[in-house]
């Protein structure tokens, strides 16, 4: 139920939350006020209930904190993408470090020194997923608004890269075109060392006609794409390959599937693969599990490491299995309801694993019981980041190091990559 407050007195913001709202201190607890910063004072007109405290959902500032700066994106405060574009970029860093810091300390890590954040600029992210929608004005391509199902229409966008951004106008163009499109889905967009893909997600399972095919043809050569892809709910139609889609880094090439996840850009990727790599330096035989399409495990193959690469989706598997010659083994399991025994991990010397948000708690529970002296753990969330990492020092694992990643430009999302060896 929404709340009046006493407006005469203007509250200041004192740090920002994990949502990046900004929060202050009110009479009953905390008020979350989204794009507010740091040093703001904010006059809080109408709230609601919001966990431990209130979220204002109408207020006005009264002068601003150092840390904020001009959103210089004409969409900011409507698109869902950005929740941080208003606070400036090393304000952000700390802010990111500070996230990481505090998940740990909740799991009992308070003498943790957490690296700087290395931060990814904007305008080179590498893959997005935009939702589409045909209304009678048109089609509207863009993100969803923050906390609706509608879209704020973009003609460009400050994250994602050049090549990506480029796509945009023609995109609706081409949907004008393209009836079996219905009256919406997704398009994720992917730049690659040989270009980019385009995948496009009708909203319902449609058939391709003849002339479609054409138009879609057309405008990939038109655009230079690496390929195109028409993917619904029955599979995946590759319309045109006109170069394989691949990806470079550090001496290896991926060949992802269509729409396979991937880091979302590449110096966030290269931060990642970087760390994999120091860290199993001296590594005969290394387990990467939950490995994608072989992000890490490729790289690691080509420094001569010998690859045991682990993932439940067997396209993936494929493909990891495709570009990795004779340094790959792999293995189709489904970690979160059969994680690989602790007697089973006896042959590495390290193991890398990089979960889904939920982490891997049980899988950590069986490498902490075992002999593996190394582990690197990557993760695009904080708090089950620190759960696992409790779960792997309570079994005898020393955190060598802990970075976070701020590939996730202006909003409240974070990576990180934890370093850890056996102690005895
Ligand atoms: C965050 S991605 C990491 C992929 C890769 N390491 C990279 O950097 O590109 C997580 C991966 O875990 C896989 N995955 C999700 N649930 C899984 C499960 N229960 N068992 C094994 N793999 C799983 C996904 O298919 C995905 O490839």
Same mark, same amino acid.
């Given at each position: 139920m929404d709340t009046k407050m006493d407006q005469s007195n203007p509250v200041e913001v004192t740090r920002l939350g994990a949502r990046g709202d900004g929060i202050a201190d009110g009479p009953d607890g905390p008020i979350y006020i989204p794009f507010s910063a740091p040093g703001d004072l904010i006059r809080v007109l109408k709230t609601a209930s919001r966990g431990d405290g209130k979220v204002a959902v109408q207020s006005e500032l009264v002068s601003s904190g150092a840390g904020r700066t001009d959103p &210089?994106? &004409?969409?900011f405060g409507t698109c %869902? =993408?950005?929740?941080?574009?208003?606070?400036?970029v090393d304000l952000i860093a700390a802010f990111k470090r500070e996230m990481l810091a505090d998940a740990l300390s909740k799991r009992g890590f308070t003498d943790i020194d957490v690296a700087e954040t290395v931060s990814v600029p904007a305008g080179t992210r590498r893959r997005a997923r935009l939702s589409c929608i045909k209304t009678i004005k048109g089609w509207v391509i863009g993100f969803n608004e923050r906390g609706t199902n509608r879209i704020t229409g973009?003609? %460009? !966008? $400050?994250? $994602?890269?050049p090549a990506l951004t480029a796509l945009l106008p023609g995109l609706k163009k081409l949907l004008n075109d393209l &009836?079996?499109? =219905?009256r919406g889905g997704d398009i994720q967009l992917t730049e690659g060392s040989s270009g980019v893909e385009a995948v496009l997600f009708p909203e319902k399972p449609k058939d391709l006609t003849l002339d479609e095919r054409y138009l879609l043809t057309d405008w990939a050569e038109e655009n230079d794409l690496s390929r195109l892809v028409w993917q619904d709910r029955s599979g995946a139609d590759p #319309? #045109?390959?006109?170069r394989p889609f691949v990806l470079r880094i550090k001496g290896a090439t991926l060949a992802p599937p269509a729409a396979a996840f991937l880091q979302a850009s590449e110096d966030g990727e290269e931060a990642i693969v970087e760390r994999a790599l120091t860290a199993a330096k001296g590594a005969r035989r290394v387990a990467d599990l939950?490995? =994608? !399409? %072989?992000?890490?495990s490729l790289p690691l193959a080509a420094a001569g490491h010998s690859v045991h690469a682990v993932e439940i989706d067997r396209a993936l598997l494929a493909a990891v299995q495709r570009m990795g010659g004779g340094n790959v083994t792999i293995e189709a399991r489904d970690l979160a309801r059969s994680p690989i025994p602790t007697a089973d991990l006896a042959p590495y010397d390290a193991v890398v694993f990089d979960p889904p948000r939920a982490g891997a708690a049980d899988q950590a529970t069986e490498i902490a019981a075992s002999t593996v002296p190394t582990v690197v753990a990557v993760s695009c969330n904080p708090a089950t980041l620190a759960r696992d990492l409790r779960i792997l020092a309570d079994g005898g694992?020393?955190?060598e190091s802990v970075t976070p990643i701020d590939?996730?430009?202006?909003?409240s999302h974070l990576e990180a990559v934890a370093v850890l060896r056996r102690e005895d």
């Amino acid at each position: 139920m929404d709340t009046k407050m006493d407006q005469s007195n203007p509250v200041e913001v004192t740090r920002l939350g994990a949502r990046g709202d900004g929060i202050a201190d009110g009479p009953d607890g905390p008020i979350y006020i989204p794009f507010s910063a740091p040093g703001d004072l904010i006059r809080v007109l109408k709230t609601a209930s919001r966990g431990d405290g209130k979220v204002a959902v109408q207020s006005e500032l009264v002068s601003s904190g150092a840390g904020r700066t001009d959103p &210089p994106c &004409p969409h900011f405060g409507t698109c %869902g =993408g950005c929740s941080l574009q208003h606070v400036s970029v090393d304000l952000i860093a700390a802010f990111k470090r500070e996230m990481l810091a505090d998940a740990l300390s909740k799991r009992g890590f308070t003498d943790i020194d957490v690296a700087e954040t290395v931060s990814v600029p904007a305008g080179t992210r590498r893959r997005a997923r935009l939702s589409c929608i045909k209304t009678i004005k048109g089609w509207v391509i863009g993100f969803n608004e923050r906390g609706t199902n509608r879209i704020t229409g973009i003609e %460009g !966008c $400050l994250i $994602l890269s050049p090549a990506l951004t480029a796509l945009l106008p023609g995109l609706k163009k081409l949907l004008n075109d393209l &009836p079996s499109m =219905g009256r919406g889905g997704d398009i994720q967009l992917t730049e690659g060392s040989s270009g980019v893909e385009a995948v496009l997600f009708p909203e319902k399972p449609k058939d391709l006609t003849l002339d479609e095919r054409y138009l879609l043809t057309d405008w990939a050569e038109e655009n230079d794409l690496s390929r195109l892809v028409w993917q619904d709910r029955s599979g995946a139609d590759p #319309v #045109v390959e006109r170069r394989p889609f691949v990806l470079r880094i550090k001496g290896a090439t991926l060949a992802p599937p269509a729409a396979a996840f991937l880091q979302a850009s590449e110096d966030g990727e290269e931060a990642i693969v970087e760390r994999a790599l120091t860290a199993a330096k001296g590594a005969r035989r290394v387990a990467d599990l939950f490995c =994608g !399409c %072989g992000t890490i495990s490729l790289p690691l193959a080509a420094a001569g490491h010998s690859v045991h690469a682990v993932e439940i989706d067997r396209a993936l598997l494929a493909a990891v299995q495709r570009m990795g010659g004779g340094n790959v083994t792999i293995e189709a399991r489904d970690l979160a309801r059969s994680p690989i025994p602790t007697a089973d991990l006896a042959p590495y010397d390290a193991v890398v694993f990089d979960p889904p948000r939920a982490g891997a708690a049980d899988q950590a529970t069986e490498i902490a019981a075992s002999t593996v002296p190394t582990v690197v753990a990557v993760s695009c969330n904080p708090a089950t980041l620190a759960r696992d990492l409790r779960i792997l020092a309570d079994g005898g694992y020393h955190i060598e190091s802990v970075t976070p990643i701020d590939q996730f430009t202006w909003s409240s999302h974070l990576e990180a990559v934890a370093v850890l060896r056996r102690e005895d």
